[in-house]
Nanobody
Framework: EVQLVESGGGLVQSGGSLRLSCEAS????????LSWVRQPPGKELEWVSS???????HYRSTVKGRFTASKDNTKNTHYLQMTNLKPDDSAVYYC???????????????WGQGTQVTVSS
C-alpha cells in the first residue's frame, strides 16, 4: 500500500519558518513529479511547488524566494522549507506525487493526509 505522510506543520509567528516533510512508503520517487499543494481556510486547493521528474523546481509566484522544495530519494522524503511565513500562508498543506505532473486531488496518483500550518500576525 502506498502512503504519503506529511509532518512538520504547526503554529508560527509571521516571519517565522517551518519545514514540512512528506515521507513515502511503498513508492519510489524516481521519475515522479512531486508537488506541495495547500488549501487555505474556506478556499480551494492552491498549487505551491513542484519538483519535476527532470529535477527542475517550480514555485507559485507568491512563495518564490521564501519556500524551497527538495527531495531525498534515499529516504523517499520530499521537503518544503518555508521561511518568512505570512498569515496568507496559513493552510492545510498536502504533498502529492504523480507520474504526469498532476496535482489536483483526486486526479493525482498519490496524495497525503495533510498537515496544518498556521501563521499568526
Amino acid at each position: 500500500e502506498v502512503q504519503l505522510v506529511e509532518s512538520g506543520g504547526g503554529l508560527v509567528q509571521s516571519g517565522g519558518s517551518l519545514r514540512l516533510s512528506c515521507e513515502a512508503s511503498g513508492l519510489s520517487f524516481d521519475n515522479l513529479y512531486l508537488s506541495w499543494v495547500r488549501q487555505p481556510p474556506g478556499k480551494e486547493l492552491e498549487w505551491v511547488s513542484s519538483i519535476y521528474a527532470d529535477g527542475s523546481l517550480h514555485y507559485r509566484s507568491t512563495v518564490k524566494g521564501r519556500f524551497t522544495a527538495s527531495k531525498d530519494n534515499t529516504k523517499n522524503t520530499h521537503y518544503l522549507q518555508m521561511t518568512n511565513l505570512k498569515p496568507d500562508d496559513s493552510a492545510v498543506y498536502y504533498c502529492a506525487a504523480d507520474r504526469e505532473g498532476r496535482w489536483i486531488h483526486p486526479a493525482v496518483d498519490y496524495w497525503g493526509q495533510g498537515t496544518q500550518v498556521t501563521v499568526s500576525s
